[in-house]
């Protein structure tokens, strides 16, 4: 069953619940800024696993996706924007990726990166419609690169999201096709 997981990130931290936090990193990382998103991670590992931080192992593939050494059917993936954080775990490959919604130049990114069909369904929203259906479109795209896990070594323009009903989805690939409900 996936599993998502998502926080605020602080302002700031106390001293107290840093050092509980750092914790679940390694000692290199906790002489740095602390990695929220490693944290987050670690400590879903150590409680859904029942591993102990320091036998948490990570490895990363051909395209630098990491994954969890010595636990095949525990898969997971982050994201972060603006003060918020995610982390999505399942048995199977999973993506998850979230954006903050900002005024942005919607049309002239979609037309650089989407693939034609959804650059031109996006043109015919309504104005007050395009901004929410460009960030849908870029969060679904970056979660399927990231459930492949070859990053951006697969161009956006290349992958193709279409909406059937409310709470249906489907992207395509060249010569792949997987749905998302």
Request: overall charge negative; charged content about 25%; proline content about 3%.
């Amino acid at each position: 069953m996936i599993e998502v997981y998502i926080g605020k990130i602080p302002e700031k931290i106390e001293p107290e619940l840093l050092r509980e936090l750092l914790r679940h990193v390694s000692v290199e990382k906790s002489r740095k800024l602390p990695d929220l998103l490693s944290i987050l991670v670690r400590s879903i590992i150590c409680r859904k696993l029942q591993l102990k931080n320091s036998e948490i192992n990570f490895s990363n593939n051909l395209y630098g996706k990491p994954h969890l050494c010595n636990a095949t059917d525990f898969q997971f993936n982050v994201s972060h924007s603006g003060e918020w954080i995610a982390c999505a775990v399942d048995k199977d490959q999973i993506g998850v990726d979230i954006e903050k919604i900002e005024p942005i130049d919607s049309i002239s990114i979609s037309e650089r990166f989407f693939s034609s069909e959804e650059y031109n369904n996006l043109l015919i929203k309504n104005r007050n419609e395009r901004l929410a259906y460009f960030y849908e479109l870029w969060t679904m795209e970056e979660s399927y690169i990231k459930v492949v896990g070859k990053g951006l070594a697969i161009p956006l323009h290349s992958v193709a999201v279409k909406r059937y009903r409310q709470n249906y989805m489907e992207i395509e690939e060249v010569n792949s096709h997987i749905q998302y409900y």
